[in-house]
């Protein structure tokens, strides 16, 4: 049963074939995928590797773990399962603007008695 690695530490440069690459050294890579931001297309610096066992994801720990990729020292373990997080609504009205709405006036009045 093929095991999911977390990799941590990665450089911004660094490509999914890179990382397939240097962890086949360990066993047989399934995937290898570099976690990309959606707003800049920038690697994050993260990502997941899948190798083919149990044993071979346990090698490729011992062997990377702590160790240089391209000038960056890697985190790599077990992945764990994402969290649930709450939904995020963007919708359905409320004031976004923080505060309270106004912002006119506060000034001195101009009005003389």
Request: no cysteine; net charge positive.
């Amino acid at each position: 049963m093929a095991t999911k690695l977390y990799v941590g530490g990665l450089p911004y440069s660094s490509t999914d074939d890179a990382l397939k690459n240097h962890f086949s050294q360990a066993g047989a890579v399934v995937s290898a995928v570099i976690i990309m931001d959606k707003m800049t297309g920038r690697s994050k610096g993260f990502g997941f590797v899948e190798m083919s066992t149990e044993e071979e994801a346990n090698k490729a720990i011992e062997m990377f773990n702590g160790q240089d990729f391209d000038g960056r020292k890697l985190t790599v373990n077990i992945a764990r399962p994402m969290e649930e997080r709450p939904r995020r609504s963007f919708g359905g009205g409320g004031d976004r603007r923080g505060g309270n709405g106004g912002g006119y006036g506060g000034g001195r009045s101009n009005d003389r008695y």
